[in-house]
């Protein structure tokens, strides 16, 4: 985890907004915060800056572009040494299937999170990944029938909750 950085209430209203209307103007923006234009894209630009706002996009209804299958794949790794780790997330950077990883802790070392055209492809996408030997000892896999709740904000009033202006 990195460590925090400081912001004030109108860094953190800048913050929530963006996130739920990304394509607003910067003069909206300004109106939306209680701030004039100029200061407002002086603080929105210090945001992307930092790296606190990596980017803007667009949320793409995937459901309409055709049949697919969002797949959730538990990998577990045959030796856990810090170049093993480095192994693997390398050798996964190289599949745009995969549009998460997660290094966790508990049963398996790796949960990813992959998008595929089909459950065959998906399947030879993963004997790929065990033919390119990136230190898979073993993987189970678990297909999302439905996705009953999908929620692009992340809860910014709960995590900063400790912080005044929150």
Known sequence: MSAAVSLDRID???LVHLQREGRCSNVDLADAVGLSASPCLL?????????????????????????????????????????????FEQGAEKYKEIIECYNVSGGYDYLLKIVAPGVGYFQALMDRMLEDDIGIERFACRIVLRQPLD????????????????
């Open 151 to 166: 929620r692009r904000e992340y809860p910014l009033s709960i995590i900063a909750a400790q912080k005044r202006w929150a």
């Open 12 to 14: 953190f209203r800048i």
């Open 43 to 87: 603080r929105t630009r210090r945001l992307q800056e930092i790296g606190l706002i990596r980017g803007f996009g667009a949320d793409i209804a995937l459901n309409m572009l055709g049949e697919h299958v969002i797949v959730f794949a538990e990998i577990t790794l045959g030796s856990h040494r810090p170049p093993d780790f480095r192994l």
